[in-house]
Every structure is written in structure tokens, then in C-alpha cells.
């Protein structure tokens, strides 16, 4: 994570071809031979730490409940594999203890996202998984290999003041182009190691590549750039020219290919 070569990313495991965030995609990932996965942490009612991508179960589910307010076993019921494809029917949500027995031995690089924001389940709760997932990194061995990661700052400073620069500090959007769900006391450039960059306006730019200025100010504070966006070879190239240092993918396959191609893998 030193951002000397460039990273590929499996943005929720490989979700091409598997449903995002289950221990398929993510096994997957590992056997493509990605370098990192990036995936989603929620801690449920009963203060258990899963895997899951949005506050809702509903897109992946189809059961409209918020996942903060259930317990592990009422997430354990549901099936996070059908709406992708019936073949996939009967996946569960897996909890990040069971991520962790995947990946502990793996050569693999890990971005949390924690998504329990303080303004929706307010600081207690969102701070609590934050300390939940650093034990439980430690516990496993994991924290040469583990970046945090939020859209919420104030999970980020809330990190940083707690435990230090233990582990690089992901934000998400820089500058003008304002992503963050909310704001800390503490400036996004001494905050944010890394961060992903958004357009400064939705639908401009090369398919909706942050733009250049984006890209010199995290040079200027020495944040390392990443992006999420198409799998072409116009937008990596020019995300590489301006010195992007990690990608996360949709589309491993895709990525890998246009990385060989462009001499970075």
C-alpha cells in the first residue's frame, strides 16, 4: 500500500460474475489474483460485524429492512445470492470473522469500508463498529494488510484520533468535488491518506473521471489517487497519466487486461 506499483482493487469481490459481497466473490478475487478487495462493513442490532453494501437489504435481498436495525440471525435468514442469479440461490451475507478465516492466510491487501454513518445511526453505534473492526484486524493478524476507508469523516477522524496512523486512512472525495456524507474538525488533507476522486459535476468529464485539479491536489497534500469508474482503456490511461495509484474494479477481468496492457501489471 505504499502506492509503489498500482493496485487492482476487486471493488466487493469479483461482482461480475458472482453476487457482490459474498464469500464466492470473494474467493473468486483471490483466485484472479487481484491485489486488494474492497468491500462494506455494517455492525447489525446485536453488535455483530457483516458484510454488506448498503444501509437496505432490499437491492440484494429483496427484503426491505435496514440491516443496522436486525440481528445477525435475521440476516443470516436472508438470501443474498437469487436476485443475482438463481443459481446463487441460498448465499448468505457473510459476517466479516468469516471474511477474516477466508483471508487471513491469503496474499491479499483489504480496504473496510465502514458504512454505519453517525448521522444516520448516530455516534455510538457508528464509533463502536469502527473499535469492533480494528480488534478484530489486530486479533487476525491483518493490519499491515488493511486500509480504513468511509464516507464519513467523522468515522475517519474518529480513527485516526483513537488508534493513530495505524492503518492508511481512505477517503472519499476531495476539494470541489464533495462525496463525503459529513464533515471532521480535522482538514481532508491531513486526514486522508488515499482517496478516491469523483467528477466535479455528475456525467462531465471522461465517463465521469474526477478532474485533473482533483488529481494535483492530492499530489500537492500527498493523498494517493484512486478511482472507481468504466473499465476502458481511454479512462485508465488517462487516470494513470494523471497519477492514479489504485483502481477498483466492477470488472477485474477487464481491468487486469487493460493494466497488462498499459505495462502496469
Request: a negative charge; glycine letters at 6%.
Amino acid at each position: 500500500m505504499d502506492s509503489k506499483r498500482i493496485i487492482l482493487a476487486a471493488h466487493r469481490g469479483d461482482r461480475k460474475c458472482f453476487p457482490e459481497n459474498t464469500m464466492p466473490a470473494f474467493v473468486s478475487a483471490i483466485d484472479f489474483g487481484c491485489d486488494m478487495i474492497e468491500t462494506d462493513i455494517h455492525m447489525t442490532a446485536d453488535g455483530e460485524l457483516i458484510i454488506f453494501h448498503d444501509r437496505s437489504a432490499k437491492r440484494t435481498t429483496g427484503v426491505d429492512r435496514l440491516v443496522d436495525q436486525m440481528t445477525l440471525a435475521e440476516l443470516k435468514e436472508l438470501d443474498a445470492g437469487a436476485l443475482f442469479d438463481e443459481k446463487f440461490r441460498g448465499t448468505r451475507i457473510p459476517t466479516v470473522a468469516e471474511f477474516m478465516d477466508l483471508i487471513r492466510e491469503k496474499d491479499i491487501l483489504i480496504n473496510w469500508e465502514l458504512k454505519d454513518y453517525p448521522n444516520q445511526v448516530g455516534d455510538a453505534h457508528a464509533f463502536a463498529a469502527v473499535d469492533k473492526l480494528v480488534a478484530m484486524i489486530e486479533e487476525n493478524g491483518l493490519g499491515e494488510r488493511s486500509m480504513l476507508n468511509s464516507f464519513s469523516d467523522r468515522v475517519l477522524a474518529y480513527a485516526v484520533s483513537t488508534y493513530g496512523r495505524r492503518y492508511p486512512i481512505h477517503g472519499q472525495g476531495i476539494n470541489h468535488c464533495p462525496r463525503s456524507c459529513d464533515t471532521a474538525e480535522m482538514a481532508r488533507e491531513a486526514l486522508y491518506d488515499w482517496c478516491c476522486l469523483y467528477p466535479n459535476e455528475a456525467g462531465k468529464g471522461l465517463n465521469c473521471l474526477a478532474s485533473p485539479e482533483n488529481f494535483a491536489y492530492c499530489a500537492e497534500h500527498r493523498i494517493k489517487p484512486c478511482v472507481c469508474f468504466g473499465d476502458t482503456e481511454e479512462n485508465y490511461r488517462t487516470a494513470i497519466e494523471l497519477g492514479c495509484r489504485m483502481f477498483t474494479s466492477n470488472d477485474i477481468y477487464a481491468a487486469d487486461k487493460l493494466l497488462r496492457e498499459l505495462g502496469e501489471r
